[in-house]
Nanobody, 127 residues
Framework: VQLQASGGGLVQAGGSLRLSCAASGRTFNSDAVGWFRQAPGKDREFVATHRYGGGSPYYAEFVKGRFTISRDNAKNTVYLQMNSLNSEDTAVYYC?????????????????????WGPGTLVTVSS
């Protein structure tokens, strides 16, 4: 299984980016997919996921109202639309999938909940 996050880049504060997470070697329609990020000098932190089984999105508090997670199963891709970016959003963004047992309705927001990780894409927000 290989994951590839893309769409990162340099954006001015207040701008937007859309990240994509594509999987190869696996159709992740039934997997839990999450977005995480790691800012320079900080630990990796949870950003967004869906409650497993087609449930509602689940976000970290600091991105509510600004970021939107969505998925296109036909394209085997999950997206993260990021709006109103600020300098604190500067980080490497990672997508991850959980292939082990999943529970309907549960949101997986710990790094340890996920089994496969992509290499990340860098988002830099200039002030």
């Amino acid at each position: 299984v290989q994951l590839q996050a893309s769409g990162g880049g340099l954006v001015q504060a207040g701008g937007s980016l859309r990240l994509s997470c594509a999987a190869s070697g696996r159709t992740f329609n039934s997997d839990a997919v999450g977005w995480f990020r790691q800012a320079p000098g900080k630990d990796r932190e949870f950003v967004a996921t869906h409650r497993y089984g087609g449930g509602s999105p689940y976000y970290a508090e600091f991105v509510k109202g600004r970021f939107t997670i969505s998925r296109d199963n036909a394209k085997n891709t999950v997206y993260l639309q990021m709006n109103s970016l600020n300098s604190e959003d500067t980080a490497v963004y990672y997508c991850a999938i959980r292939t082990r047992a999943r529970h309907y309705g549960r949101a997986y927001y710990s790094e340890n909940d996920y089994d496969y990780w992509g290499p990340g894409t860098l988002v830099t927000v200039s002030s």
